[in-house]
Nanobody, 116 residues
């Protein structure tokens, strides 16, 4: 079983930065893909960024050049560095992991609010 613990959300002014972290714990698994999704009120949950175990990344067009995803395989931790934040980035951000056996896990979500 995979357990996820997220941290790093909060309130920030437009143009500011935040760093989200998500650590996976448990045993008997190997995580293939780690990623971040977000969901604003009344909207669907969309991919923000994802990274494979080998370091290949994928970003939503809306965050390219502003957000950077990285991971520490030894610690089973994924990070999302968010810079130049905009009000439209306001959402609940969810960590997502997929193991090599196809098991998927979602984090509990962390609120990111961009407002002056």
């Amino acid at each position: 079983q995979v357990q996820l613990v997220e941290s790093g959300g909060g309130l920030v002014q437009p143009g500011g930065s935040l760093r989200l972290s998500c650590r996976a714990s448990g045993s008997g698994f190997s995580i293939a893909v780690m990623g971040w999704y977000r969901q604003a009120p009344g909207e669907q949950r969309d991919l923000v960024a994802a990274i494979t175990r080998g370091g290949s990344t994928n970003y939503a067009d809306s965050v390219k050049g502003r957000f950077a995803i990285s991971r520490d395989n030894a610690r089973n931790t994924v990070y999302l560095q968010m810079n130049s934040l905009k009000p439209e980035d306001t959402a609940v951000y969810y960590c997502n992991t997929k193991t090599t056996l196809g098991y998927e896990k979602w984090g509990q979500g962390t609120q990111v609010t961009v407002s002056s």
